[in-house]
């Protein structure tokens, strides 16, 4: 079974945590996030461009009142670079991870140690607002069409972390991974992933894939200790006003 690269997992995590609207002008896509974050809100090279055509996204992106972001993928070392010229910086590079999700399914999860619903309890929407992923990011969950849950994970008898998975096609994404501070370090990260790979499996899908900062080297310490396989990367180029 041949896994799925970059390329997929972009598209698996822009069906999975959509913006609230995205449009074509030019070459450029450029998506209302409404506060959503990032991913959401980046404008992305979706054709040939020339450097006059970049003042054209900018236009877009400040007529709704966002910044003037783009997301650069591999392979768009043109853009980055023209984009650096323009006095863009550099913010949040971001790697993607995979691992086939039989890989963390092989034996049971402790008994009440997490579970699977939609929509979420409130309860877990405190838990991600403890970690600053409010109402907006909320909302790009709800607008998600296809399959999904949230993962409410338990430790020492106490709700312990959260998480939001989704379903495109043979790819499972989990986003906003939370994890209550007084609980850290004792294993509810791992339960949160293997989890969503439960759940995964049981919906047919093959993969589960994610999305984390380079910044974030607790997580990217408990990724790769589960076996998952860095199969990309992006970065985005932000402008000050």
């Known amino acids: 079974m041949t896994p799925p690269g ?7 995590m822009e069906r999975t945590w959509c913006p609230a609207a995205r449009w074509r002008a030019g070459p450029w896509m450029i998506r209302d996030g409404r ?42 070392a043109d853009l980055d670079e023209a984009l650096e010229g323009r006095g863009y910086a550099v913010v949040d590079p971001v790697v993607l991870y995979l691992i086939e999700a039989t890989r963390l399914t092989g034996a049971p999860l402790p008994p009440v140690s997490a579970f699977q619903l939609w929509p979420p309890l409130a309860i877990m929407a405190d838990l991600w607002a403890a970690g600053g992923i409010g109402p907006a990011r909320l909302a790009v969950m709800e607008r998600v069409a ?7 994970a338990r430790h020492a008898d106490r ?10 096609g043979d790819i499972a994404m989990v986003h906003a991974i939370e994890v ?7 294993g509810v990260g791992r339960i949160v992933l293997r989890a969503a790979a439960f759940w995964a499996k049981e919906r047919g899908a093959a993969w589960l894939g994610l999305a984390v900062t380079r910044a974030n080297r607790p997580a990217n310490a408990l990724y ?3 076996g998952m396989v860095v199969v990309g990367q992006y970065h985005y180029r932000k402008r000050s006003p």
């Open 6 to 12: 970059a390329p997929e997992l972009c598209t698996a």
């Open 35 to 76: 506060g959503g974050g990032q991913r959401v809100s980046a404008a992305t090279a979706e054709a040939e461009w020339q450097p006059g055509d970049i003042a054209g996204a900018e236009a877009e992106m400040q007529a709704l009142g966002q910044p003037r972001l783009f997301m650069i993928r591999d392979g768009e």
């Open 146 to 152: 296809g399959p999904k849950t949230a993962i409410l």
């Open 159 to 168: 709700p312990a972390g959260v998480a939001f998975a989704a379903l495109d």
């Open 180 to 186: 209550a501070g007084a609980q850290r370090r004792q």
């Open 224 to 226: 790769a200790s589960l």
